[in-house]
């Protein structure tokens, strides 16, 4: 071996000939992995989980397509019909629209680090597992942070609101529409204008809820709103709409400090963007391809139009809901009119350890449904129809591998 190097360094001269001993100085330490020399396998699996969902065809054929740069004017037009997008499913005229390089926790940390500032009152929702990370995050900016607290399947009525906005006076307050660790879905009518009046903007979570149940940012007053790719628009994770109204753009130009985090700062996004009236400048490389897939989910609702997918998830929901409880299973949530209609939460049957279920259906049907999280975690089973998934086929397939799940399962003795 080091014969031949000689050799080599004689042929190629003193400079090519340093370069080739330098790359040779040390001796790999670390094999190349087994597993990375293997073809990639990837299941066949069927999503009805709370998300991810499983991709529609044409936004998988978006991810297969060629780079182009960042900031190629080709791929400005496609941010800008992506901006376009989120104003329609969001139904808002706001210009400050664009989307987050990140998933759904990412859009929250972005508005919360450019809306709140140490010392700032924040009121949160904490009923599910989102509050609880809105709290955190809150805390960590240095917030002065005031949950106010319900067990999963609670939800939030205007009155309550108001007390805590009198008490607290918050410049911000934190609600999640569609709380997909339990099921409910929030009301939003009248709590935008509510906040208003005190003074206080409106943050609300739509992740699980986008697509899947009437929304309407302007109309209902919230002052920002963000969801996810990988739910309704059946998206991969990864890229996080996300909008901001006037009022809340004002607060973030008019902060006394800079945001704690330099890649979510929205002046620099909204730059970025087109948000402004200001040349275009580089803040950092977004995900191209996810950003071509994100086009094509907006561009697939667009064409579907946003009542017809409310109507398809309200549907195929509520045919679910015949099926399970035609198996003797009950439903978390009890008032229909609060039930999520995207995520259903089951009630775990006595007697069986979620776990089990949850594994049975994987492994004898690849299906996927999931357990609680966050504070549900041990109370429910999560079942999700999402988008293209939301469809009275797939609520038959999952029930049919429930009930087989339920006959085979081992259950405990009471």
């Not at 490389?285 to 309200?314: D, F, K, M």
């Not at 003797?328 to 609060?338: H, I, M, N, S, T």
């Not at 429910?380 to 038959?396: K, P, S, Y």
Request: proline share 6%.
């Amino acid at each position: 071996m080091l014969r031949a190097l000689a050799k080599i360094s004689v042929a190629l001269g003193p400079r090519a000939a340093g370069w080739v001993r330098n790359m040779a100085s040390h001796q790999l330490q670390v094999a190349p992995p087994e597993g990375l020399l293997k073809p990639l396998s990837v299941p066949n699996r069927l999503l009805l989980g709370p998300g991810p969902s499983n991709l529609a065809p044409r936004v998988l054929e978006a991810g297969g397509l060629q780079m182009i740069g960042h900031m190629h004017k080709e791929m400005y037009q496609i941010m800008d019909e992506i901006k376009q997008g989120i104003q329609y499913v969001f139904q808002t005229r706001n210009p400050l629209t664009l989307a987050i390089s990140g998933s759904g926790h990412c859009a929250l940390e972005a508005a919360l680090v450019n809306l709140l500032e140490p010392g700032d009152s924040f009121l949160v929702g904490v009923n599910g597992i989102w509050g609880q990370r809105a709290m955190d995050i809150g805390e960590r900016i240095g917030a002065r942070v005031h949950p106010m607290i319900k067990d999963p399947g609670g939800h939030y009525t205007l009155q309550e609101v108001e007390e805590g906005l009198a008490q607290h006076k918050p410049v911000l307050l934190f609600l999640t529409h569609g709380e997909s660790s339990s099921g409910i879905l929030q009301p939003l009518d009248g709590y935008g204008e509510l906040c208003h009046r005190y003074k206080c903007l409106l943050l609300v979570d739509s992740v699980a809820s986008l697509g899947g149940a009437p929304l309407y940012m302007d109309q209902q007053g919230i002052d920002v709103l963000y969801t996810g790719a990988q739910k309704v628009l059946n998206g991969p994770p990864g890229t996080s709409p996300i909008s901001f109204s006037d009022k809340a753009k004002n607060k973030i130009y008019t902060r006394k400090t800079k945001p704690v985090s330099f890649y979510l700062d929205m002046k620099w996004l909204a730059n970025f963007w087109g948000c402004d009236d200001k040349p275009r400048m580089y803040h950092h490389t977004t995900p191209v391809t996810s950003l071509y897939c994100l086009r094509e989910s907006l561009a697939l609702i667009a064409e579907q139009g946003l009542e017809n997918s409310w109507r398809q998830h309200r549907e195929a929901t509520a045919y679910l809901h015949g099926r399970l409880q035609g198996l003797g299973l009950q439903l978390f949530v009890r008032d229909p009119a609060l039930r999520l209609p995207t995520v259903t939460t089951l009630a775990v049957p006595a007697g069986y350890d979620w776990r089990d279920i949850v594994s049975y259906l994987i492994d004898h049907f690849d299906i996927e449904i999931t357990g609680g999280l966050g504070p549900s975690v041990g109370k429910v089973l999560r079942i999700g129809l999402l988008g293209c998934n939301a469809t009275r086929e797939n609520a038959d397939r999952v029930t049919e591998a429930l009930k087989e799940a339920l006959q085979h399962c081992p259950k405990k003795k009471l």
